[in-house]
């Protein structure tokens, strides 16, 4: 049982600190905390101010110059804000001696996303995953974080000669994360088991960055009652529905969104609920087009399937909210004739860039969904015919 200062929030303000370093512009970082202001929403924090420094390298004891931060605790103490959230990621020494500094609370990116997770968690498997991804976070930082862990089941025995509190805390931590490695294991086997069963059919898996339209899209092709809401990380349990498209069945497949930075323990974490992206035959990429850096987002769920081995897979592009695309881009002073050919011009760009495997649609509108029934089923039957060769497949 870890003594450990909370992350959760309540409607708390929140300043929020970003670092403009040399291999990152000024227009970059704010659009990372733009992204920090929506995981802190999500949270339930206000962010109320943003603090950015130009720096070669972060500071090695506070990660921002001493200046800056005088700058940040001045206004912390005049407004009595009782947060302040950084977009980087921070050592336990870095958060101790701001926090001496400034005289609030203070977390990194990690800890508000993993502070996310685990108000998302809904299943045994995502609670021990949320769990460990916070305890292997917590480990490298305890000096830092933390004050004392009880000693459950102490006693004679528990403690080595001459073995210092932190010292044993470490190691009350270290068992715990073998525990819970054990304990994930065993569900994961669960999982597996439950995977196999599912038989021969296609599997289909919807990917994404987090907040795209994932579920939604899920519960309009599926007609299932997925879980949707215009907040990051929304789904975090894998939900998997058997659809049928004109007699050809298949299973289609709900995951957790991506995000720039996800914390290394969070993705190592949950790569048994990732692995319903390595074993499916197909995946959806769904694309937020009305999102100002939605081809960074691209570039994001490109890399993190790239790491996951999964990239070689049949990958239909889903370009969703174009109905908010439209009103987002285009003014009452747009002729038709003039809106038409941006889209074209949108259109055609995307086909030759994913080799015509892409479509533009609205699921919230239920625009141009019949094209994608389409799609996804002359990919679906194209699969069967490549699994099963010699097998006759009643459509």
């Known amino acids: 049982m870890i003594e450990r200062k909370s992350a959760a929030f309540k409607e708390d303000q929140a300043v929020l600190v970003g670092v403009i370093q040399k291999d990152h512009t ?97 299943t045994a498997q995502s609670k021990v995953q949320v769990e460990l991804a916070q305890y292997q976070y917590l480990l490298p930082r305890l000096k830092g974080l933390w004050k004392h862990l009880e000693r459950q089941g102490g006693g004679i025995g528990t403690r080595g000669p001459g073995e210092t509190e932190i010292e044993t805390d470490r190691r009350i931590v270290k068992d715990k994360i073998s525990l819970l490695r054990k304990r994930l294991a065993e569900i994961d086997k669960q999982s597996f088991t439950q995977r196999k069963e599912r038989g021969e059919l296609i599997r289909v898996a919807l990917v994404g960055y987090t907040n795209v339209g994932k579920s939604t899209l899920m519960n309009v092709l599926s007609k299932a009652e997925v879980f949707a809401e215009n907040k990051l990380f929304a789904t975090l349990d894998t939900t998997t529905r058997k ?79 174009m109905d908010l695309y439209v009103e987002r881009h285009f003014d009452q002073w747009l002729s038709e004739d003039v809106k038409e050919e941006i889209l074209r011009d949108l259109r055609h760009r995307w086909e030759e860039a994913t080799q015509n495997q892409c479509v533009f649609v609205s699921a919230t509108e239920r625009d141009n969904l019949e094209a994608l029934r389409n799609l996804i089923l002359e990919k679906v039957r194209d699969m069967y015919g490549i699994r099963y060769p010699y097998k006759t497949m009643i459509y």
């Open 26 to 122: 000024e227009i970059q970082v704010n659009e990372y905390l733009d992204e920090l202001t929506f995981l802190s929403e999500t949270a339930g924090a206000i962010a109320v101010k943003r603090f950015t420094q130009r720096l070669p390298h972060p500071d090695s004891r506070t990660f921002v110059g001493k200046g800056k931060l005088e700058e940040i605790k001045q206004y912390v103490k005049q407004k009595g804000i009782p947060l302040v959230i950084f977009d980087d990621e921070l050592t336990g020494s870095q958060i101790s001696n701001i926090e001496k500094e400034l005289g609030v609370k203070t977390i990194d990116r990690s800890d508000l996303i993993l502070d996310i997770f685990a108000s998302r968690a809904r």
């Open 243 to 321: 659809v049928v498209f004109e007699n050809t069945p298949f299973l289609l497949s709900d995951t957790v969104g991506f995000i720039r930075k996800l914390p290394h323990h969070l993705v190592e974490s949950f790569k048994s609920t990732l692995d319903e992206v390595r074993e499916a035959d197909i995946l959806l990429h769904v694309v937020d087009t009305s999102h100002p850096q939605y081809e960074e987002q691209i570039g994001v769920v490109n890399k993190t399937l790239q790491e996951l081995k999964a990239f070689e897979k049949p990958i239909l592009t889903i370009f969703n909210k």
